[in-house]
């Protein structure tokens, strides 16, 4: 099947939320904002299968896919179409996420693509709702401009907290144990990736 490889999420097509809600019930969820193919969520649910992993993305046929294999492999993932930054707040109810994880957030990093960032604001707010008080949100991208997108978004924003201190990058890598497939990529060929920890006040 061939896949889009970017779509524009500010298409009237995305405004109306279409996607299939998650299972939520009594198990902790953790969250992939752009999932893809959801690697991190499958290595995830594999390490620790009590909990449920959900994937957002925008891209409609990776989500049959995903949503494929995961029934397939009878794993906790399951994967939601939307356009995350309109969405995220209809799609869980107020502070029901245990984590959330944005990892390689682009490809919009060019400055005329700059309104097609996922990293804004409104996705802040979505954010701010949905996960619980002390719960994580991990930011990890090898675009400079992304990370400080998300520096500019989230360090002045009160409703989280930069773990590391003000304006810094989270120095102890990765500490969940499994890879994105950007992230795999991105450390197999050198590249530095760029991480900041945040906490829900
Ligand atoms: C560069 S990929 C990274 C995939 C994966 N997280 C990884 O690290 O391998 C970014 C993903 O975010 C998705 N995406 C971009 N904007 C989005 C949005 N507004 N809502 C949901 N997904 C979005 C893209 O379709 C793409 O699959």
Redesign the pocket.
């Known amino acids: 099947m061939r896949i889009r490889q970017h ?1 524009n ?1 500010n298409q009237a097509h995305f405004a109306r939320f279409r996607g299939d809600r998650p299972p939520l019930d009594h198990r902790l969820v953790e969250v ?5 193919e959801a ?2 969520l499958f290595e995830r649910a594999a390490a620790d299968p009590t909990r449920l992993y959900v994937g ?4 409609e046929d ?1 989500t049959r896919i995903v949503n494929r294999r995961a029934r397939a492999l009878a794993a906790p993932v399951h994967a939601v179409f ?4 309109l969405h995220i707040s209809e799609i869980f109810p107020a502070g029901s996420i245990e984590r959330v994880y944005l ?5 919009w990093f060019k400055r005329r693509h700059h309104e097609r960032r ?1 990293i804004d604001d409104a996705l802040a707010s979505g954010i701010a709702h949905a996960v619980r008080a002390g719960g994580d949100v991990f930011v990890q991208t090898d675009v400079w401009e992304i990370a400080l997108d998300a520096m500019a978004t989230f360090d002045p924003d009160e409703r989280f907290e930069n773990v590391a201190g003000e304006w810094t990058f989270w120095k102890h890598g990765n500490p969940y144990g499994v890879r ?4 795999q990529n991105a450390e197999e060929t050198g590249l530095t990736v760029w991480r900041i920890m945040y906490r829900r006040r």
């Open positions: 779509v999420p992939e904002i752009g999932c893809a690697q991190f957002l993305e925008i891209r990776l939307c356009q995350a930054q990892n390689f957030p682009d490809p996922m994105s497939w950007r992230e």
